[in-house]
Every structure is written in C-alpha cells, then in structure tokens.
C-alpha cells in the first residue's frame, strides 16, 4: 500500500479519534445541538476517508479518478466493489442527508437529554447523545471492515480507544 492510501486510513482513525473527544468530552459539557452536527460531520468525514482509502487500494489510476469524483461515485463504486458494504453505505448517505438538513427544533440544550431536532427525506429524526453514540459504533464497524480489507487482519487500534 503506498503512502497516500495509508494515509487517507490514518486520516479516518484520526478523525474517529476527534469524533470520540467530541461526544465523550465536549458534548458531555456542553450539551448543545452544534457539538452533535460537529460529531456527524467528523464521522462523515471519517467514512469518507475510509472509503477512499479501500479504493486507492482496488482500482486502477483511470478508474480511481472517476470514483473520487464526488460521495455519490464513490459510494456507487464502493457498492460495486464491495457488496457487503450496502447498508454501510446506506448509513453514510443518511448520516450526509442528517448533516445538511435544517435544524428545526433544538431540545434541552445544555441539559442532560439534549436533543437535535430534523427532517430527513419527510421523517423526523430526533438525535440524542445515546443516538450520536450509536452513529459513532457504527462507523467505527464500518472501519474495522475497511481495516480487515486493506490489511486482511482484525488487529485494529484508535488512539484512546480500542
């Protein structure tokens, strides 16, 4: 594997290290709807990373260049490359559409059960701390996949967390 795939796996660890310190430091002092759309854009990008990590490894320079053309490419070679990702990849683009819909209502903030508020696709969606903590295992399974995939061994390790 070269550097640069290397790194993009570094760089999706690295960021499930902030989202860790987000939800486990911040959110747990300040309580507020901002700290929880921080912690789904860190993930987002922590996928987004692993993703590109897993198919710098797979296709060719040509191919490479038009599956990193945007999140949709790249979830649609992703899924054509590997189809035991599907609902992964289904978790990602509701966690993009989660991040870039509008925040309608924000519940007890700065309080214990602070709550986000929206609509994705015409469905309510209410995030907690308890939901952003679930987000957050399963993007952190998503990696162990990617991990599996690149390295073809279980041994994964985040800084802080194992």
Same mark, same amino acid.
């Given at each position: 594997?070269?550097n640069?795939?290397?790194?993009?796996?570094?760089?999706?660890t690295?960021?499930?290290?902030?989202?860790?310190?987000?939800?486990y430091?911040?959110?747990?002092?300040?309580?507020?709807?901002?700290?929880? $759309?921080s912690? !789904?854009?860190?993930?987002i990008?922590? /996928?987004?990373?692993?993703m590109k990590? *897993?198919?710098?490894? %797979?296709?060719?320079?040509?191919d490479?260049?038009?599956?990193?053309?945007?999140p949709?490419?790249?979830?649609?070679?992703?899924?054509?490359?590997?189809?035991e990702?599907?609902?992964d990849i289904?978790?990602?683009?509701f966690?993009?559409?989660?991040n $870039?819909?509008? !925040?309608?209502?924000?519940?007890?903030? /700065?309080?214990?059960?602070?709550?986000l *508020?929206?609509e994705? %696709?015409?469905?309510?969606?209410?995030?907690?701390?308890?939901?952003v903590?679930?987000y957050?295992?399963?993007?952190?399974e998503?990696i162990?996949?990617?991990h599996?995939t690149?390295?073809?061994?279980?041994?994964?390790?985040?800084?802080?967390?194992?």
């Amino acid at each position: 594997m070269t550097n640069e795939k290397h790194e993009d796996y570094v760089n999706a660890t690295k960021e499930m290290v902030r989202a860790d310190h987000l939800i486990y430091v911040s959110l747990k002092y300040s309580r507020t709807v901002d700290v929880i $759309k921080s912690v !789904v854009s860190r993930l987002i990008e922590a /996928f987004e990373f692993a993703m590109k990590a *897993v198919l710098k490894t %797979e296709l060719s320079e040509d191919d490479l260049k038009e599956a990193l053309h945007g999140p949709k490419t790249m979830c649609d070679w992703l899924a054509k490359q590997h189809q035991e990702f599907k609902d992964d990849i289904d978790f990602y683009k509701f966690m993009r559409k989660l991040n $870039k819909a509008p !925040v309608k209502e924000r519940l007890n903030e /700065f309080r214990r059960h602070v709550t986000l *508020v929206t609509e994705v %696709e015409g469905e309510p969606v209410n995030v907690k701390i308890e939901t952003v903590e679930e987000y957050n295992v399963k993007v952190r399974e998503f990696i162990q996949k990617i991990h599996e995939t690149l390295y073809k061994s279980r041994d994964l390790t985040f800084e802080g967390k194992n």
